[in-house]
């Protein structure tokens, strides 16, 4: 299961006290974004801290990989 918290989200205020930093890890500017990717119930995964342009990034890389794969 893969799930993005934004800050105006509820969910945002039980995550953001786990993670005192909230910079993008990829372009670290302040980040807006959470990414939890998580197996389906389970209790356990990856949190990841994005910016909207850094997550638009990953969204057109992750679109592009789905179009590859259909082709092949």
């Known amino acids: 299961m893969i799930e993005i ?3 105006k ?3 945002s205020k039980s995550l953001r ?3 005192l930093h909230s ?3 990829s372009c670290n500017t302040k980040s807006s974004n959470l990414i ?3 197996q ?3 209790n356990s ?3 990841i801290s994005l910016c909207d342009k850094c997550l638009q990034e990953l969204k057109k ?3 592009d990989l789905e179009v590859e794969n259909v082709e092949m």
Do not use: A, P, Q
């Open 45 to 47: 995964g990856t949190i």
């Open 36 to 38: 939890s990717i998580r």
């Open 17 to 19: 006290y786990k993670y």
């Open 61 to 63: 890389k992750i679109e």
């Open 40 to 42: 389906d119930g389970g």
């Open 5 to 7: 918290v934004t800050d």
């Open 23 to 25: 910079y993008c890890l």
């Open 9 to 11: 989200d509820e969910k």
